[in-house]
């Protein structure tokens, strides 16, 4: 079974950048497709971004895609999801999540790992 924390929230000014970090253990991430999803209070979890097991593929929301980019580092058993161009619509809490599954997507209710999240806030 793999544990999961995020890290890297923290408040920044829209048009910024922030780099969430993921950091597994008990086992090997090379083991999981990696997603990242987000929520906000009052609304359903949302996909952000997956990468597969291999790496080889990836996937990302059409509100994300070409200002986030989600890679792994399977030796530091770390997923990395890096945001920019920041917007006010993107504040939420964001989960690392994983699945054993070659490479599961944007469907949450395939994952199951999760991690505690972290706050992203941007201001306007």
């Known amino acids: 079974q793999v544990q999961l924390v995020e890290s890297g929230g923290g408040l920044v000014r829209a048009g910024g950048s922030l780099r969430l970090s993921c950091a597994a253990s008990?086992?090997?991430?090379?083991?999981?497709?990696m997603g990242w999803f987000r929520q906000v209070p009052g609304k359903e979890r949302e996909f952000v971004a997956a990468?597969?097991?291999?790496?080889?593929?990836?996937g990302y929301a059409v509100s994300v895609a070409g200002r986030f980019t989600v890679s792994r580092d399977n030796a530091k058993n770390t997923v990395v999801l890096q945001m920019s161009s920041l917007k006010p619509e993107d504040t939420a809490v964001y989960y690392c999540a994983a699945d054993e599954r070659e490479y599961s997507g944007m469907f949450a209710r395939l994952y199951n790992y999760w991690g505690q999240g972290t706050q992203v806030t941007v201001s306007s």
């Open positions: 008990g086992r090997t991430i090379s083991s999981y497709t």
């Open positions: 990468i597969s097991r291999s790496g080889g593929s990836s």
